[in-house]
Every structure is written in C-alpha cells, then in structure tokens.
C-alpha cells in the first residue's frame, strides 16, 4: 500500500497498475461491455 502497488477497492485489494508493470505482467482489461459484433 505504501509503495502505491496495492489499491483498497470495494471489491477488496488489488493490483494497482504500477504492480503490473513492476512484476512485467500485461494488465487484464477491465471488465465492461464488450463489443458486440467482436471487433
């Protein structure tokens, strides 16, 4: 949390999106509405 790679969220903790680049890790994309003819 300190280092800001930690996020508390309502959801719970999470990676914040320095985590991902430190670890190297590409980040998953965030949930949504996805496009409906899958572009």
Do not use: S, V
Not at 7 to 22: D, E, I
């Amino acid at each position: 949390l300190q280092q800001g790679l930690i996020q508390r969220t309502p959801r719970g903790r999470m990676l914040a999106g320095k985590a991902w680049t430190h670890l190297g890790i590409a980040a998953p994309r965030a949930p949504g509405q996805t496009d409906l003819f899958g572009k």
